[in-house]
């Protein structure tokens, strides 16, 4: 699994500054200035850290074989040397989402609130991960970790693609969400 294991931790140091903090849902995570992403087990990085979420990236759920393959062309990686902004957005879902069947899950977050229809009009100009937190174990305070990358151009773009989804049906059963965005120097 080491390979599609990733730690955020929020400290003191790490490549990517911290630019702000929010709570969107629920309690924000304490005051860190700067972050570290790191891939796999993470003791030694992890000494000063302020929190640390842990998220592990796994199979799609609810996509389709048409979206898989429209997201597969249109999307872009991690690491563009002129993707400088970042957004990392923690998040946790309701017992009332968990609770119900596959086939409605993907009814809310696609035929009532179309999220990748709307994700797929920021590609390639927003990159994206998806980790996992569930599967980890009970202490993980969040259900997801999701990560962006964009450039300082585009922060108006990625700000209304938030917007949108934040309006959306699937939005009511989140409990908890955190909006932190970043910068590298
Ligand atoms: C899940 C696409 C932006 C939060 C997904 C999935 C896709 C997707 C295809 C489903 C994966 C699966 O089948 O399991 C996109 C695209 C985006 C985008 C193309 C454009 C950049 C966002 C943003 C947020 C977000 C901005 C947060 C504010 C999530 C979450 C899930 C998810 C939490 C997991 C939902 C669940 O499994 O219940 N996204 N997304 N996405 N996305 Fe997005």
Sequence with gaps: MSNRLFTFSGGDTGPWQIVSMTAVFGDSLPEA???????????????????????????????????????????????????????????????????????????????????VAIGMKYLPAVARRLHHCRDLGEQEPFDFLTWFEYTASDTAAFDDLVAQLRASEEWTYVEREADIRLVRE
């Design 33 to 115: 200035t700067r972050l570290t992403v790191a891939s796999g087990s993470t003791d030694s990085t992890t000494a000063d850290a302020k929190w640390c979420l842990r998220g592990i990236t796994s199979n799609e759920r609810y996509v389709t074989r048409l979206e898989k393959d429209q997201l597969v062309a249109k999307q872009a990686g991690l690491g563009r040397p002129e993707a400088i902004c970042a957004a990392l957005i923690p998040i946790r879902k309701k017992p009332s989402w968990w609770v119900l069947p596959q086939d409605e899950r993907r009814r809310i977050l696609e035929e009532c609130s179309q999220h």
